[in-house]
Protein backbone atom coordinates (compact mmCIF):
# COMPACT_ATOMS: atom_id res chain seq x y z
CA UNK A 1 0.00 0.00 0.00
CA UNK A 2 1.37 3.46 -1.01
CA UNK A 3 1.56 6.15 1.48
CA UNK A 4 -0.73 8.41 0.05
CA UNK A 5 -3.36 5.87 -0.04
CA UNK A 6 -2.40 5.38 3.67
CA UNK A 7 -2.63 9.12 3.99
CA UNK A 8 -6.01 8.99 2.65
CA UNK A 9 -7.07 6.33 4.78
CA UNK A 10 -6.46 7.67 8.03
CA UNK A 11 -7.91 10.89 6.86
CA UNK A 12 -10.90 9.51 6.39
CA UNK A 13 -11.04 7.57 9.84
CA UNK A 14 -10.15 10.81 11.34
CA UNK A 15 -13.28 12.65 10.20
CA UNK A 16 -15.54 9.63 10.76
CA UNK A 17 -14.82 9.77 14.63
CA UNK A 18 -15.07 13.47 14.76
CA UNK A 19 -18.73 13.16 13.30
CA UNK A 20 -19.77 10.28 15.45
CA UNK A 21 -17.44 9.00 17.36
CA UNK A 22 -19.27 5.18 18.01
CA UNK A 23 -20.81 5.57 14.44
CA UNK A 24 -17.01 5.54 12.84
CA UNK A 25 -16.54 2.15 14.21
CA UNK A 26 -20.09 1.12 12.72
CA UNK A 27 -21.78 0.60 16.35
CA UNK A 28 -24.54 3.29 15.95
CA UNK A 29 -25.12 4.03 19.66
CA UNK A 30 -25.66 8.09 18.65
CA UNK A 31 -29.33 7.62 16.87
CA UNK A 32 -30.12 4.51 19.70
CA UNK A 33 -29.80 7.04 22.57
CA UNK A 34 -31.41 9.15 20.57
CA UNK A 35 -34.46 7.13 20.09
CA UNK A 36 -34.36 6.19 23.61
CA UNK A 37 -34.58 9.49 25.17
CA UNK A 38 -37.61 10.40 22.51
CA UNK A 39 -39.23 7.55 23.92
CA UNK A 40 -38.62 8.24 27.76
CA UNK A 41 -40.12 11.86 26.88
CA UNK A 42 -42.96 10.60 25.19
CA UNK A 43 -43.90 7.87 28.40
CA UNK A 44 -43.34 11.01 30.72
CA UNK A 45 -45.86 13.09 27.99
CA UNK A 46 -48.88 10.57 28.29
CA UNK A 47 -48.24 10.34 32.10
CA UNK A 48 -48.87 13.79 32.67
CA UNK A 49 -52.03 13.84 30.12
CA UNK A 50 -53.83 11.10 31.81
CA UNK A 51 -52.95 12.79 35.49
CA UNK A 52 -54.94 16.13 33.99
CA UNK A 53 -57.58 13.76 32.59
CA UNK A 54 -57.65 12.05 36.36
CA UNK A 55 -57.72 15.45 37.97
CA UNK A 56 -60.36 17.39 35.72
CA UNK A 57 -63.00 13.97 35.45
CA UNK A 58 -61.88 14.23 39.61
CA UNK A 59 -62.97 18.10 39.73
CA UNK A 60 -66.02 17.74 36.79
CA UNK A 61 -67.75 15.65 39.54
CA UNK A 62 -67.19 17.33 42.88
CA UNK A 63 -68.69 20.42 41.10
CA UNK A 64 -71.80 18.35 39.75
CA UNK A 65 -72.13 16.76 43.34
CA UNK A 66 -72.15 20.09 45.09
CA UNK A 67 -74.43 21.94 42.38
CA UNK A 68 -77.55 20.72 43.67
CA UNK A 69 -78.34 18.39 40.33
CA UNK A 70 -79.03 15.35 43.35
CA UNK A 71 -82.53 16.64 44.37
CA UNK A 72 -83.13 13.62 46.45
CA UNK A 73 -79.89 13.83 48.99
CA UNK A 74 -81.81 15.22 52.36
CA UNK A 75 -79.21 17.67 54.35
CA UNK A 76 -79.37 16.03 57.55
CA UNK A 77 -76.84 19.33 58.96
CA UNK A 78 -79.58 20.49 61.03
CA UNK A 79 -81.73 17.23 61.61
CA UNK A 80 -81.54 17.82 65.37
CA UNK A 81 -83.70 21.15 64.73
CA UNK A 82 -87.48 21.46 64.89
CA UNK A 83 -88.45 23.87 62.04
CA UNK A 84 -88.99 26.70 63.88
CA UNK A 85 -85.28 26.43 65.30
CA UNK A 86 -83.98 25.83 62.00
CA UNK A 87 -85.30 29.33 60.46
CA UNK A 88 -83.92 31.00 63.50
CA UNK A 89 -80.55 29.20 62.77
CA UNK A 90 -80.22 30.24 59.38
CA UNK A 91 -81.45 33.83 60.31
CA UNK A 92 -78.90 34.25 62.79
CA UNK A 93 -76.37 32.59 60.25
CA UNK A 94 -77.62 35.36 57.29
CA UNK A 95 -78.01 38.54 59.46
CA UNK A 96 -80.35 40.84 59.08
CA UNK A 97 -83.07 40.88 56.61
CA UNK A 98 -81.36 38.18 54.85
CA UNK A 99 -83.56 35.27 57.25
CA UNK A 100 -86.32 34.23 57.53
CA UNK A 101 -87.31 37.65 60.27
CA UNK A 102 -90.82 38.53 58.79
CA UNK A 103 -92.18 34.31 58.57
CA UNK A 104 -91.10 34.00 62.15
CA UNK A 105 -92.81 37.01 63.31
CA UNK A 106 -96.10 35.74 61.16
CA UNK A 107 -95.60 32.29 63.04
CA UNK A 108 -95.55 33.68 66.60
CA UNK A 109 -98.78 36.24 65.62
CA UNK A 110 -100.89 33.10 64.10
CA UNK A 111 -99.71 31.43 67.32
CA UNK A 112 -98.31 28.30 65.23
CA UNK A 113 -94.85 28.04 66.83
CA UNK A 114 -96.36 25.06 68.76
CA UNK A 115 -97.50 23.19 65.92
CA UNK A 116 -94.42 23.46 63.99
CA UNK A 117 -92.37 23.11 67.48
CA UNK A 118 -93.30 19.53 68.05
CA UNK A 119 -97.03 18.94 66.71
CA UNK A 120 -95.76 18.36 63.13
CA UNK A 121 -95.27 14.94 62.05
CA UNK A 122 -93.92 13.42 59.22
CA UNK A 123 -94.33 17.17 57.08
CA UNK A 124 -93.15 18.62 54.26
CA UNK A 125 -92.45 22.97 54.49
CA UNK A 126 -91.78 25.72 51.93
CA UNK A 127 -90.08 28.43 53.93
CA UNK A 128 -90.07 31.71 52.40
CA UNK A 129 -87.60 34.12 53.72
CA UNK A 130 -87.29 37.93 54.32
CA UNK A 131 -86.03 38.45 50.25
CA UNK A 132 -88.75 36.74 49.10
CA UNK A 133 -91.85 38.19 51.15
CA UNK A 134 -90.32 41.28 49.95
CA UNK A 135 -90.07 40.16 46.06
CA UNK A 136 -93.53 39.45 46.22
CA UNK A 137 -94.68 42.54 47.47
CA UNK A 138 -92.85 44.53 44.87
CA UNK A 139 -94.14 42.34 42.15
CA UNK A 140 -97.79 41.29 42.95
CA UNK A 141 -99.12 43.53 45.70
CA UNK A 142 -98.03 47.05 44.65
CA UNK A 143 -95.17 47.53 47.38
CA UNK A 144 -92.59 50.72 46.71
CA UNK A 145 -91.08 50.10 49.62
CA UNK A 146 -86.62 49.54 49.65
CA UNK A 147 -85.81 45.76 47.89
CA UNK A 148 -82.06 45.19 48.11
CA UNK A 149 -81.87 44.69 50.15
CA UNK A 150 -85.39 44.31 52.14
CA UNK A 151 -86.17 46.44 54.99
CA UNK A 152 -87.79 43.09 57.01
CA UNK A 153 -89.51 45.73 58.86
CA UNK A 154 -91.56 47.62 56.77
CA UNK A 155 -92.27 44.48 54.64
CA UNK A 156 -94.05 43.29 57.77
CA UNK A 157 -95.59 46.46 58.52
CA UNK A 158 -96.90 46.54 54.78
CA UNK A 159 -98.20 42.29 55.08
CA UNK A 160 -100.33 43.25 58.64
CA UNK A 161 -101.85 46.11 56.46
CA UNK A 162 -102.97 44.45 53.66
CA UNK A 163 -104.30 41.34 55.77
CA UNK A 164 -106.25 43.32 58.31
CA UNK A 165 -107.96 45.43 55.33
CA UNK A 166 -108.78 41.69 53.74
CA UNK A 167 -110.09 40.82 57.11
CA UNK A 168 -112.31 44.18 57.31
CA UNK A 169 -110.64 45.17 60.44
CA UNK A 170 -112.40 41.53 61.98
CA UNK A 171 -109.64 40.19 64.59
CA UNK A 172 -110.95 36.66 64.02
CA UNK A 173 -110.87 36.71 60.28
CA UNK A 174 -107.52 38.12 60.23
CA UNK A 175 -106.28 35.36 62.23
CA UNK A 176 -107.98 32.77 60.13
CA UNK A 177 -106.89 34.83 56.64
CA UNK A 178 -103.18 34.67 58.56
CA UNK A 179 -103.42 30.74 59.28
CA UNK A 180 -104.79 30.01 55.87
CA UNK A 181 -101.41 31.53 54.14
CA UNK A 182 -98.85 29.86 56.76
CA UNK A 183 -100.20 26.50 56.12
CA UNK A 184 -100.51 27.06 52.65
CA UNK A 185 -96.65 26.63 52.93
CA UNK A 186 -97.12 23.31 54.56
CA UNK A 187 -98.07 19.41 53.06
CA UNK A 188 -98.60 16.44 54.62
CA UNK A 189 -95.96 13.46 54.34
CA UNK A 190 -92.19 13.90 53.97
CA UNK A 191 -91.24 15.13 50.13
CA UNK A 192 -87.51 15.49 48.96
CA UNK A 193 -87.26 18.16 45.56
CA UNK A 194 -86.84 14.44 43.94
CA UNK A 195 -90.19 13.22 45.10
CA UNK A 196 -91.98 16.89 44.32
CA UNK A 197 -90.74 16.74 40.59
CA UNK A 198 -92.05 12.95 39.98
CA UNK A 199 -95.17 13.40 41.34
CA UNK A 200 -96.12 16.89 39.68
CA UNK A 201 -98.28 18.16 42.54
CA UNK A 202 -99.02 18.16 46.46
CA UNK A 203 -101.46 18.91 48.33
CA UNK A 204 -101.65 21.66 50.67
CA UNK A 205 -101.46 20.66 54.52
CA UNK A 206 -105.72 21.55 55.27
CA UNK A 207 -106.17 19.52 52.05
CA UNK A 208 -107.36 21.93 50.76
CA UNK A 209 -105.48 23.48 47.86
CA UNK A 210 -103.44 21.43 45.26
CA UNK A 211 -100.21 22.88 44.19
CA UNK A 212 -98.44 21.91 40.91
CA UNK A 213 -94.70 20.78 40.75
CA UNK A 214 -92.73 21.74 37.36
CA UNK A 215 -88.97 20.84 36.31
CA UNK A 216 -87.86 24.29 34.55
CA UNK A 217 -84.38 23.16 34.65
CA UNK A 218 -82.08 20.40 35.96
CA UNK A 219 -81.64 22.97 38.72
CA UNK A 220 -84.70 24.83 39.08
CA UNK A 221 -87.92 23.61 40.24
CA UNK A 222 -91.39 25.96 39.74
CA UNK A 223 -94.33 25.69 42.37
CA UNK A 224 -97.18 27.16 40.53
CA UNK A 225 -99.83 27.86 43.30
CA UNK A 226 -103.51 28.92 43.00
CA UNK A 227 -102.29 32.76 42.45
CA UNK A 228 -100.54 31.09 38.94
CA UNK A 229 -96.99 33.02 40.11
CA UNK A 230 -94.08 30.79 39.63
CA UNK A 231 -91.51 30.59 43.07
CA UNK A 232 -89.26 28.55 43.12
CA UNK A 233 -87.13 26.22 45.18
CA UNK A 234 -83.81 27.74 46.43
CA UNK A 235 -82.31 24.79 44.92
CA UNK A 236 -78.67 25.08 46.93
CA UNK A 237 -81.36 25.41 50.45
CA UNK A 238 -83.40 22.22 49.53
CA UNK A 239 -83.84 18.65 51.05
CA UNK A 240 -83.16 20.32 54.72
CA UNK A 241 -84.08 17.53 57.24
CA UNK A 242 -85.25 18.46 60.67
CA UNK A 243 -86.83 17.06 64.13
CA UNK A 244 -90.43 14.79 63.71
CA UNK A 245 -89.57 13.38 60.40
CA UNK A 246 -89.85 16.86 58.35
CA UNK A 247 -88.13 18.16 55.76
CA UNK A 248 -88.11 21.86 54.59
CA UNK A 249 -87.27 23.57 51.55
CA UNK A 250 -86.20 27.35 50.95
CA UNK A 251 -88.93 29.19 48.45
CA UNK A 252 -88.13 32.51 46.62
CA UNK A 253 -91.46 33.98 46.68
CA UNK A 254 -94.58 33.77 48.79
CA UNK A 255 -96.94 31.09 48.19
CA UNK A 256 -100.45 32.86 47.50
CA UNK A 257 -103.48 31.32 48.06
CA UNK A 258 -106.60 31.82 46.51
CA UNK A 259 -108.34 34.22 48.86
CA UNK A 260 -111.29 34.25 47.94
CA UNK A 261 -112.02 30.66 48.67
CA UNK A 262 -110.45 32.16 52.35
CA UNK A 263 -112.46 34.65 53.06
CA UNK A 264 -116.12 33.80 54.30
CA UNK A 265 -118.40 36.35 51.91
CA UNK A 266 -121.04 36.11 54.36
CA UNK A 267 -119.27 35.54 57.97
CA UNK A 268 -122.65 34.77 60.44
CA UNK A 269 -122.82 37.83 62.98
CA UNK A 270 -121.17 37.72 66.24
CA UNK A 271 -122.35 35.67 68.77
CA UNK A 272 -124.93 33.81 66.24
CA UNK A 273 -122.39 31.10 65.77
CA UNK A 274 -120.90 28.83 68.70
CA UNK A 275 -117.02 28.98 68.30
CA UNK A 276 -115.48 25.64 67.26
CA UNK A 277 -112.25 24.17 68.66
CA UNK A 278 -109.79 27.03 67.14
CA UNK A 279 -105.75 25.43 67.68
CA UNK A 280 -107.10 22.51 69.53
CA UNK A 281 -108.60 21.60 65.92
CA UNK A 282 -106.06 22.72 63.62
CA UNK A 283 -104.79 19.23 62.67
CA UNK A 284 -107.74 17.66 62.24
CA UNK A 285 -108.93 16.39 58.85
CA UNK A 286 -110.98 18.45 56.13
CA UNK A 287 -114.71 17.35 56.88
CA UNK A 288 -117.27 20.14 56.08
CA UNK A 289 -120.53 20.56 58.19
CA UNK A 290 -123.29 23.37 58.66
CA UNK A 291 -125.39 23.33 61.88
CA UNK A 292 -127.54 25.11 63.84
CA UNK A 293 -131.08 25.92 63.39
CA UNK A 294 -131.26 27.20 59.85
CA UNK A 295 -127.59 25.44 59.46
CA UNK A 296 -126.14 28.83 58.76
CA UNK A 297 -123.40 27.25 61.56
CA UNK A 298 -119.83 26.39 59.12
CA UNK A 299 -117.27 24.21 60.96
CA UNK A 300 -114.48 22.35 58.46
CA UNK A 301 -113.88 19.81 60.89
CA UNK A 302 -115.83 16.80 63.13
CA UNK A 303 -113.21 18.52 65.92
CA UNK A 304 -114.94 22.13 65.31
CA UNK A 305 -118.49 20.83 65.79
CA UNK A 306 -118.07 18.84 68.86
CA UNK A 307 -116.31 21.49 70.36
CA UNK A 308 -119.33 24.11 69.21
CA UNK A 309 -121.52 21.82 71.41
CA UNK A 310 -123.36 20.59 68.33
CA UNK A 311 -124.55 17.18 67.72
CA UNK A 312 -123.68 15.80 64.60
CA UNK A 313 -126.34 13.52 64.12
CA UNK A 314 -129.47 15.59 65.32
CA UNK A 315 -128.37 19.41 64.32
CA UNK A 316 -125.62 19.14 61.50
CA UNK A 317 -125.37 18.32 57.76
CA UNK A 318 -122.44 17.17 55.86
CA UNK A 319 -121.26 19.25 52.96
CA UNK A 320 -119.19 18.20 49.83
CA UNK A 321 -115.62 18.01 50.00
CA UNK A 322 -113.36 20.04 47.45
CA UNK A 323 -112.89 16.77 45.68
CA UNK A 324 -116.43 17.09 44.32
CA UNK A 325 -116.24 19.00 41.46
CA UNK A 326 -120.23 20.66 40.51
CA UNK A 327 -121.64 22.67 38.16
CA UNK A 328 -122.36 26.39 39.73
CA UNK A 329 -125.87 26.36 39.47
CA UNK A 330 -128.58 27.34 41.90
CA UNK A 331 -131.32 25.14 41.67
CA UNK A 332 -131.81 24.16 45.75
CA UNK A 333 -132.53 21.18 47.19
CA UNK A 334 -133.57 19.59 50.40
CA UNK A 335 -132.18 16.26 51.63
CA UNK A 336 -133.16 13.33 54.51
CA UNK A 337 -135.22 13.73 57.41
CA UNK A 338 -132.83 16.77 58.44
CA UNK A 339 -134.04 18.24 55.18
CA UNK A 340 -130.11 19.95 54.58
CA UNK A 341 -130.38 22.06 52.10
CA UNK A 342 -128.33 22.72 49.11
CA UNK A 343 -127.54 24.53 46.24
CA UNK A 344 -127.87 21.89 43.66
CA UNK A 345 -128.45 18.06 43.41
CA UNK A 346 -125.03 17.79 42.38
CA UNK A 347 -123.61 18.87 45.77
CA UNK A 348 -126.43 16.95 47.78
CA UNK A 349 -125.23 14.02 46.02
CA UNK A 350 -121.33 14.81 46.97
CA UNK A 351 -122.48 15.06 50.52
CA UNK A 352 -123.67 10.98 50.45
CA UNK A 353 -127.34 11.66 49.95
CA UNK A 354 -129.30 9.48 47.25
CA UNK A 355 -131.34 11.29 43.96
CA UNK A 356 -134.46 9.43 45.66
CA UNK A 357 -133.34 10.97 49.30
CA UNK A 358 -134.30 14.90 47.72
CA UNK A 359 -136.44 17.38 47.01
CA UNK A 360 -136.70 20.37 44.54
CA UNK A 361 -134.42 21.24 42.09
CA UNK A 362 -137.01 22.44 39.35
CA UNK A 363 -135.84 21.41 36.29
CA UNK A 364 -132.05 21.67 36.62
CA UNK A 365 -132.80 18.79 39.50
CA UNK A 366 -132.36 16.43 36.24
CA UNK A 367 -128.67 17.44 36.17
CA UNK A 368 -126.26 14.83 38.33
CA UNK A 369 -123.54 14.94 39.55
CA UNK A 370 -120.00 13.72 38.70
CA UNK A 371 -119.77 10.36 40.27
CA UNK A 372 -118.06 10.79 43.54
CA UNK A 373 -115.50 8.47 42.63
CA UNK A 374 -114.86 9.64 39.09
CA UNK A 375 -111.10 9.94 38.37
CA UNK A 376 -111.23 12.77 36.03
CA UNK A 377 -108.71 15.68 36.12
CA UNK A 378 -109.65 19.31 36.55
CA UNK A 379 -109.08 20.81 33.02
CA UNK A 380 -111.52 23.32 32.43
CA UNK A 381 -113.00 22.26 29.13
CA UNK A 382 -116.89 23.16 29.77
CA UNK A 383 -119.40 20.89 28.27
CA UNK A 384 -123.01 21.13 28.20
CA UNK A 385 -125.18 18.18 28.06
CA UNK A 386 -128.82 18.10 27.72
CA UNK A 387 -132.15 19.21 25.75
CA UNK A 388 -133.42 22.40 24.65
CA UNK A 389 -135.86 23.10 27.61
CA UNK A 390 -132.49 22.69 29.99
CA UNK A 391 -128.80 21.85 29.96
CA UNK A 392 -126.49 20.51 32.06
CA UNK A 393 -123.08 21.93 32.59
CA UNK A 394 -119.61 20.30 33.35
CA UNK A 395 -116.39 21.44 33.70
CA UNK A 396 -114.61 19.17 31.23
CA UNK A 397 -116.61 15.70 29.30
CA UNK A 398 -114.90 13.29 31.90
CA UNK A 399 -117.00 14.49 34.39
CA UNK A 400 -120.19 14.65 31.98
CA UNK A 401 -119.34 11.04 31.16
CA UNK A 402 -118.98 10.06 35.28
CA UNK A 403 -122.27 11.86 35.17
CA UNK A 404 -124.77 9.53 32.75
CA UNK A 405 -124.23 11.70 30.10
CA UNK A 406 -122.88 9.54 26.53
Not at 195 to 219: H, S
Not at 307 to 324: E, K, L, V
Not at 340 to 367: F, H, K, M, V, W
Amino acid sequence: MSRQLKTLLLLVFVVGLLLSPVDAFGGGGGSKKKNKRRRRHNRKKKRHVRKKKKQSKKKSSSSASSSGFNHGRINRKYDHLTAYELLEQLTDEAGPNKGFSILLQLIEAAELQDEIDGLLQDYTLFAPNDQAFCRTAKNDLEYEGSGDPPDAEAVLEYYVALLILLAGFDEAALGEILVAILTYHAANGRMTVQDLRRKGYFTTYCQCFEIEVKKQTKKITKLIDAARKYPNIEFRQQNMAVKDDGIVHIVKSVLLPPLEEVIDPDPPKPGECPEGGGDDCFFAPFNPHICGDDYVCYYSTLCDVEASGFDRDDDCCQQAGDDIVCIEDYNPVTCGSKECPYDNLCLAIGSGYDESQCTGGGSSGRCRGPAPDADCSKILEPVECGRRDYACAYNNFCLAKSAGWA
